[in-house]
């Protein structure tokens, strides 16, 4: 699948683009798209093809996601939006909107998958940065907000000439 990109945002990554030194943009493109760490996936987007910048936006992909790795615990970048879901050992699918502050037990006999949100650019009507912490030897997450002065980052990219839209976003998590 090809995902056809508005014009706004390609205006932005190309004015990024344009800022950044060759040395800088070597170094992202080693980095990788999908690691392995302790039995757990980290992955930029999904799983099944992290390079593809699609998104989890439901059930469908997420078990897209599940079924591509044999991993336990799956960690998913780019999404803006907090998530859990879980695939039994029967391949029943569940989701769950998590709970700022409360750990979720998350065990190793169903297959997991986490969207810890955005630091920057939370779209889930909460303009707070979201996170997660998962705790490997109690099988547990918990996913955080924290408060940040997303009215200065706001007007930081509306002054750098970026599309207002982009800065105007922060201030309602959209």
């Known amino acids: 699948m090809t995902t056809r990109w508005p014009a706004s945002p390609i205006r932005t990554w190309s004015r ?73 050992s029967v391949g029943k699918i569940a989701n769950f909107s998590p709970v700022p502050g409360v750990a979720v037990p998350v065990p190793g006999h169903r297959q997991w998958l986490a969207i810890a949100g955005s630091a920057g650019q939370p779209r889930d009507g909460n303009p707070a940065a979201a996170w997660a912490m998962f705790d490997l030897g109690r099988q547990t997450l918990t996913f955080h907000r924290v408060p940040y002065d997303h009215e200065a980052t706001a007007a930081k990219i509306i002054a750098a000439g970026l599309p207002r839209a982009l800065g105007e976003r922060l201030l309602v998590g959209a």
């Open 16 to 88: 990024t683009r344009a800022q950044l030194s060759a040395e800088q943009l070597a170094f992202l493109a080693r980095l990788p798209m999908r690691r392995e760490e302790f039995g757990c996936l980290f992955v930029h987007a999904n799983a099944w093809a992290p390079a593809s910048w699609e998104y989890i936006l439901g059930r469908n992909e997420a078990v897209r996601s599940m079924m591509a790795t044999d991993c336990r615990h799956t960690f998913c970048g780019h999404v803006h939006q907090p998530a859990l879901y879980h695939l039994s």
